[in-house]
């Protein structure tokens, strides 16, 4: 079980978040392959001009801006609901997207190194309750967020925005509960998603070392 290692005030970690919400944004938009640096994302956030970054990948920005907005305010753990999933999702995607802020009812196909993962379509019940399970669980805040992250880039269970989805909604109840953030560092990110693919094929964490 992942410890707990830090225990913050909530303006403490309001501080957190705003020094590091540019960070959290940009590392967030390399789930998605975007190719914009740390500085075009820091423009983007402030609207400033100059940045050479696509029309796409600004939307991508302020998607993922607006579903870390949503994300923190929510103040406590009972409030990080399914509901509140599916609403990160809608914002990450998009609300015109197709699919946006639903679980998805079609088979989707992950393209991996070797093979091609093909995950169940969700059931709608059985993951509510999969989630509240987790969420009620009595572990760690950090074990459950770590676990979520993993369950959800892994299940699919939307049609776009499963893993920008799993890193939100992670921090969403780190944020509750006043525990500090998780993020990927980007000198790690080819390791973490190499593990990554490898929990895709056999669901088994040990691949990250717990």
Known sequence: MAADKFAMSRDGEDILVEKNFAQLVYLAGKFAGLSTTLLDTQAILADLSGTQAKSSEIRTILNLRDAYHYAMSLQYISEVSFAALLKINLFVIGAGASGAGQIRVQPV???LTDMMYQPAIPDETQVKREFADLVQSEATTTDKAITLLLWLSRAQLFLDGNKRTAIIAANALMFA???????????????????????YKNGDTAIFGF
């Open 109 to 111: 196909v992950v393209p």
């Open 177 to 199: 509960d006043r525990r500090g953030l998780l993020a990927v560092p980007e000198n790690k990110l080819a390791e973490y998603l190499q593990r990554l693919q490898q929990y």
